[in-house]
């Protein structure tokens, strides 16, 4: 589309956006108001509505604190954490994050926000907080039963590994974590999450400057995802 065009279907959106908002706030507080509201603070982050995506979270987790509901708490946390960071505030970000590992009821969104956590770590270089928790997230996504999601997460732990690439631990690890997504998505005939793992497993071979191995894993990647 023409830069006019874009600009057209934009403020469509918004125009969107706005009534579902209108819509969500009349209605009685329930966890579908609430869910219903992080949804929408999700895409006004995506669509560049930071500001707005916050306030909006911020209504949605108190409808969540105000009926007890610990996991859509936990979510809501994620979500106002990963709007934090669009912010260019990572402090508060982190804050959120750890919130959210805390009130999380599943594994998976502890595990998620911990990497969340991680990666503005790493971001940051804070190597002595970051040499703290990764041991912790790789030993509780070894106790994950296999799923797409917990490929996803391995190869989101190796990437954060990865932005301290002196630490030959570090890229070992990555590795051996690329190697059991693969694996894991293999087994699950998940075409794409084998893919998109062959494909950090190629950037880490990249990296350590092993190009022939590098280009092999990229064409794999390339076959699978054209498949």
Do not use: C
Not at 121 to 146: G, H, M, N, T
């Amino acid at each position: 589309p023409t830069a006019l065009q874009a600009l057209v279907l934009y403020r469509q959106a918004l125009i969107t956006l706005q009534a579902i908002e209108e819509k969500l706030l009349s209605q009685p507080n329930s966890l579908l108001k609430a869910t219903g509201l992080r949804s929408l603070g999700d895409t006004l982050r995506v669509v560049g509505n930071i500001n707005q995506s916050e306030a909006i979270l911020r209504e949605s987790l108190e409808i969540a604190q105000q009926l007890n509901a610990s996991q859509t708490q936990a979510e809501i946390l994620l979500s106002l954490g990963n709007t934090h960071r669009a912010q260019q505030q990572p402090e508060i970000a982190i804050n959120a994050y750890q919130d959210g590992a805390i009130a999380a009821t599943s594994s998976l969104t502890q595990i998620q926000a911990q990497l969340n956590h991680l990666r503005l770590l790493a971001e940051a270089q804070s190597q002595l907080q970051f040499q703290a928790l990764w041991p912790q997230i790789r030993v509780q996504l070894s106790d994950q039963p296999e799923s797409r999601m917990t490929v996803y997460l391995r190869v989101n732990l190796a990437e954060s590994l990865l932005q301290f690439p002196s630490e030959a631990e570090h890229i070992l690890v990555a590795v051996e974590l690329l190697t059991e997504a693969i694996a894991i998505a293999r087994q699950l005939q998940d075409t794409r999450a084998e893919a998109y793992s062959l494909g950090s497993l190629a950037a880490v071979y990249e990296q350590t400057q092993q190009w022939s191995i590098a280009q092999r894993l990229s064409d794999q990647a390339l076959l699978l995802a054209q498949a």
